[in-house]
């Protein structure tokens, strides 16, 4: 238990600290924002909207951020759609589908905006009824709708991967054959 769990309203000026071993190399933490090799996730969102994802190279573990040489590692940043509470847990509804990548759940952040509320445990359900539902996060409890969550994923991550079946015909196939799928073309970062 982190400092900042146990007095969350040192989040105004103190961000939670992040286990290295499961973001990107370089990143950093404020109380708003995370980092990953100079690209602010909260700019990113600014640019190509949500889900997006950045990828750059994984950390050799056990190095305290040294990045490898030949794997890589991306972060998943969606929105908040929807917030309940069921039996004292928060359940989370997001725009983002995780369930064709790695996502590293328990490292899910909040960005954007500090939190003071103390954190809790979350069930996060994707946009389509056709994705798979994620257990174990902790997510401040003043969670709202609109706001940013940012999750750590193993290894790479396409954007197409983590778009709303419901909202791509393209996608409703679960296969990986890609030939197909130009009759679709999916929207891609303006920047």
């Known amino acids: 238990m982190t400092l900042t769990h146990i007095l969350p309203s040192l989040r105004r000026t103190l961000p939670d600290p ?3 071993d499961s973001w990107p190399e370089f990143t950093t933490t404020s109380p708003t924002d995370i980092t990953i090799a100079g690209l602010s996730l909260v700019t990113l969102v600014g640019w ?3 889900p997006c994802v950045h990828t750059a190279a ?3 573990p056990g190095t305290n951020g040294r990045p490898s040489e030949s794997k890589l590692a991306s ?3 969606t929105r908040v759609t929807s917030v309940s ?4 847990q928060l359940i989370v509804w997001v ?5 064709r990548c790695d ?3 328990s490292q899910a952040r909040l960005i954007g905006r500090a939190s003071t509320a103390h954190a809790t445990s979350a069930t996060l359900f994707p946009a389509s009824p056709h994705a798979t539902v994620h257990r174990a996060l902790e997510l401040p409890v003043d969670l709202m709708e609109g706001d940013l969550i940012a999750i750590p994923c193993r290894g790479v991550t396409l954007l197409r991967e983590v778009q709303n079946r419901a909202i791509h015909p393209e996608r ?8 197909e799928r130009d009759q679709f073309p999916l929207p891609t970062c303006g920047r």
């Open 95 to 99: 725009d983002a589908e995780l369930d």
């Open 85 to 88: 509470f069921e039996n004292d």
């Open 103 to 105: 996502a590293i759940c």
């Open 48 to 50: 190509c909207g949500t």
């Open 75 to 77: 972060v998943v940043v």
């Open 18 to 20: 992040l286990d290295r």
């Open 58 to 60: 994984a950390v050799v």
């Open 172 to 179: 409703l196939s679960d296969d990986r054959v890609e030939h």
